[in-house]
C-alpha cells in the first residue's frame, strides 16, 4: 500500500497518443500504483496537430473510469467552454458511476483556435472572472442546493443537480499569479502549481498564496499540493534533445532560462532522474508530484513509469 508520503502521479497530455497506447498506459500505471493520471482536456482546434486525433478530455476520461478500477483521472476543464449547471451536472454523473476517482481540474487557459468553435476569446481578467463565478456554482449544485444566479457569465434559474454529492471531486486548480491564486484560497482542495519546478519559483508562488490565505483566514496546509514535472529519464541533461523537447512542450515556461532547465526537468539516467523526483518532492513540500511523460513513444513512457513508480520514489 502506498503511503501519502509516496503519493505520485503521471501525465500524459498534449494528444500524443491514440486511445489505445494511451488506454494501456494508465493501466499501466494504476498497476505501478500511480495516485493518478492526468490525461488531455477541453480542445477546439489544434493546427499544429495535422490530421491527429484530438480526443475529448470529458468522453477519454468517463472510457477510463470504466476501465480502471483505483486511479485517479484528471482531464481539465476550462471555464469558457462550459455551462455551469451542464459542468455539475456531468461531474455529479461520473461520481455516480466512479465515486473517487476524479479529479476537478479546472483552470482559464485559453487560444485562438477556439474561435473556431464559437468560444469568445476574453482578456484573462474576465476568465478569472467567469471561473470564479463557475466554481461558486459548482459547489452549491454538488450540495444539492436550488441554484439562481444572475452573474456576468453564469446565469440559473432554480438549477437543480441530482444526485446531490455527500463527497464532491477534489478541486484543484492550476495558479501561478495572484489572481488566479486568490482563486485556490477561496475554492480549491488542491492547487496546480503552474510554475517552473524550481525552488525560487515554486517559493514566490507559496508566499502569494499563504497571503491568499491568510485575507480568507484560511489554512494553507488545507490546500494540497500538486506540481508537473517534465520527464526524460534518458537523456542527458546537457542534451539539446532535452531543451528542444521542454520547449516544444511546455511553451508557457519560454522565461526559463536555458541554463535552468535541466533543474527543472527529471533527467540524466534512471537513478539520477528518480533522485531528482523525490528531492523535488521534499523541497518544494508537494502532496502530489505529476511525472509528465508528455511526448514520448509508448514503449519509453512504459519504461519511464516502471521506474519512477511509486513504490521506488
Not at 497571503?211 to 529519464?233: D, H, M, T
Not at 528518480?274 to 513512457?301: H, I, K, N, W, Y
Request: net charge positive; proline share 5%; with cysteine.
Amino acid at each position: 500500500m502506498t503511503s501519502r508520503a509516496e503519493r505520485t502521479a503521471v501525465a500524459f497530455t498534449w494528444h500524443q497518443l491514440a486511445w489505445e497506447k494511451l488506454l494501456a498506459l494508465v493501466q499501466r500505471a494504476e498497476a505501478l500504483g500511480y495516485a493518478a493520471a492526468y490525461v488531455d482536456g477541453d480542445v477546439s482546434q489544434i493546427p499544429s496537430l495535422g490530421e491527429r486525433d484530438v480526443l475529448d478530455g470529458w468522453t477519454v476520461t468517463t472510457a477510463l473510469a470504466q476501465r480502471t478500477q483505483r486511479i485517479q483521472l484528471a482531464s481539465i476543464r476550462l471555464a469558457h467552454h462550459w455551462h455551469a449547471a451542464k459542468l455539475a451536472q456531468s461531474f455529479a454523473t461520473l461520481e455516480r458511476i466512479a465515486p473517487g476517482r476524479q479529479r476537478a481540474f479546472l483552470a482559464i487557459g485559453a487560444q485562438l483556435a477556439d474561435a473556431r468553435f464559437g468560444l469568445a476569446l476574453r482578456p484573462a481578467r474576465e476568465r478569472i472572472a467567469q471561473l470564479d463565478e463557475l466554481l461558486r456554482a459548482l459547489r452549491a449544485l454538488w450540495r444539492g442546493e436550488e441554484v439562481s444566479a444572475q452573474g456576468r457569465f453564469v446565469r440559473l434559474d432554480r438549477a437543480r443537480v441530482r444526485p446531490a454529492l455527500a463527497a464532491p471531486p477534489v478541486v484543484e486548480l492550476a495558479a501561478a499569479r495572484p489572481r488566479m491564486l486568490a482563486l485556490v484560497a477561496e475554492h480549491a482542495d488542491a492547487w496546480n502549481i503552474n510554475v517552473a519546478p524550481l525552488a525560487e519559483r515554486v517559493a514566490a508562488a507559496t508566499a502569494q498564496l499563504e497571503a491568499a490565505c491568510a485575507a480568507r483566514k484560511r489554512s494553507p496546509r488545507e490546500i494540497e499540493r500538486v506540481l508537473q514535472v517534465f520527464a526524460r529519464p534518458a537523456l542527458a541533461p546537457d542534451s539539446p534533445e532535452l531543451l528542444a523537447q521542454f520547449r516544444r512542450f511546455h511553451p508557457w515556461f519560454a522565461d526559463v532560462p536555458d541554463t535552468d532547465v535541466c533543474r527543472a526537468v527529471l533527467c540524466g539516467g534512471r537513478e539520477a532522474a528518480r533522485a531528482q523526483l523525490a528531492r523535488m518532492r521534499s523541497e518544494l513540500a508537494l502532496d502530489l508530484p505529476v511525472v509528465d511523460l508528455t511526448g514520448l513513444a509508448p514503449a519509453a513512457a512504459a519504461d519511464a513509469l516502471d521506474n519512477f513508480a511509486p513504490a521506488r520514489a
